[in-house]
């Protein structure tokens, strides 16, 4: 068993909160933390720190989880930067542009495919991403949707059928026969492969009777609900995704009131937030400029919230979890603290994960050593490599 200490930590983000101190964060000041055998073994002062294997000095610097990107798209083949640089001129984003990337992706070889996705967990990772969600949706036939999964889960464990992107250009005039297959082969053959089925439930993807059928048969083949709703308008995928019990509703761009009072009623019996989590996606709002989801109105009735990039070719094509922190600060009205929080222990409880997004004796020993002395740099000093060292599994990368 070999231990690593992470000595002489400035500010410490633990978000083990209730202690009193540290508010939400469980911010700790001057401490060291011990791994051993990949997970967090003690943490204290640094006056008393153990001896161990390895040592490596913090500096000073803040420390806090890995962040826990709860919502991305990395397997897919080609991109859309002019689709992007149409935008900046103002054409509007419709979801149509889907599409080109199944049409690419399609046409791609497993290891073009591979490759896209290996880059990008990589590139993730280099920005302190520990823990990532990977999703289908750009091959839309049983053999390509099955060959995403397992790709998908050549970089995380946290991957999940979207089947339901939208319905493939083969099957436009016959909509409810491409539910049929999503909701039978295609579900049959993925579910081995996924650990949540999701359905883009918006104006030209999947109407409310459509995604109710397939997330019911996904949670059937004993996966867990996540669903992409309210992104481009309002609509009923947030309520949809509170009445069958989802872990997470991502986007909730355009909200009413009952969007959000359903998301309240999710409350935990133990006052720490809702079962159902809000996950909002800045980068997706920036690159197609529209308006930013009201994270502040969440917050304020009490929702649990969490931040992820939505990476993906065409709406938001960003790995990074340090610029949508930085944007939900500035654009939709998170304090840092708040954003941070979303951005690790918010993504954990939208993955409906207790060890990772937390650092406390037990937990996954996945943290982030800043190239700052606090959490509030990361909005504060917007587009800076703020990364220094990330730590994953214990192994210093
Ligand atoms: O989450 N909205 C649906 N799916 C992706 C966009 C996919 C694309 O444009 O290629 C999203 O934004
Ligand atoms: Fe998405």
Redo the contacts with the bound molecule.
């Keep these: 068993m070999s231990s690593l200490l992470v000595d002489d930590i400035g500010e410490l983000v633990t978000n083990v909160a209730g202690s009193g101190a540290g508010g939400p964060l469980g911010l700790r000041r001057d401490v060291a933390l011990l791994v051993e055998d990949g997970r967090v073994a003690w943490i204290g002062p640094t006056r008393d720190a153990p001896a161990a294997d390895r040592r490596i000095d913090a500096g000073r610097a803040a420390v806090l989880p890995g962040f826990v990107d709860s919502?991305a798209?990395l397997v897919?083949a080609g991109d859309?930067a002019t689709e992007f640089a149409a935008r900046m001129a103002g054409r509007p984003?419709t979801?149509g542009?889907?599409r080109t990337?199944v049409a690419a992706t399609r046409a791609a070889t497993d290891d073009d495919l591979r490759a896209t996705a290996h880059r990008l967990r990589g590139e993730a990772l280099r920005q302190g991403t520990t823990t990532i969600e990977v999703k289908s949706?750009?091959g839309l036939t049983v053999a390509d949707e099955v060959r995403s999964l397992r790709i998908a889960g050549e970089v995380t464990r946290e991957t999940t059928f979207l089947g339901a992107?939208v319905v493939p250009a083969e099957y436009a005039d016959r909509p409810d026969d491409y539910v049929g297959l999503v909701c039978g082969p295609m579900l049959h053959a993925a579910a081995p492969y996924a650990r949540w089925v999701d359905v883009?439930c918006?104006r030209g993807?999947f109407d409310a009777d459509h995604a109710r059928a397939i997330l019911t048969c996904g949670q059937a083949a004993g996966l867990g609900v996540r669903v992409?709703a309210n992104?481009?308008g309002p609509g009923p995928g947030v309520r949809l995704g509170v009445e069958l019990g989802a872990a997470s509703v991502?986007?909730c761009t355009h909200l009413d009131d009952a969007d959000v009072d359903a998301l309240a009623g999710t409350a935990r019996p133990d006052g720490t937030g809702t079962t159902t989590v809000a996950t909002l996606?800045p980068g997706?709002e920036f690159s197609t400029r529209s308006p930013y989801p009201d994270a502040r109105r969440l917050l304020d009735a009490g929702v649990t919230v969490a931040l992820a990039t939505?990476c993906?070719?065409?709406?938001?094509y960003t790995s990074s979890v340090p610029f949508c922190v930085a944007l939900a600060v500035r654009e939709m009205g998170m304090t840092p603290a708040e954003a941070v929080w979303a951005a690790t222990a918010g993504g954990a409880r939208a993955l409906r994960r207790d060890d990772v997004g937390v650092l406390r004796p037990g937990a996954r020993a996945d943290l982030v050593i800043l190239d700052a002395p606090s959490h509030l740099h990361l909005a504060y000093r917007p587009g800076v490599p703020l990364i220094r060292r990330v730590l994953h599994d214990g192994v210093l990368l």
Excluded: C, K, M, V
Aim: charged letters at 15%; aromatic letters at 14%.
């Design positions: 919502h798209h897919f859309r984003y979801g542009g889907i990337t949706g750009y992107h883009f918006e993807a992409h992104q481009l991502d986007h996606l997706a939505d993906n070719p065409g709406s938001s």
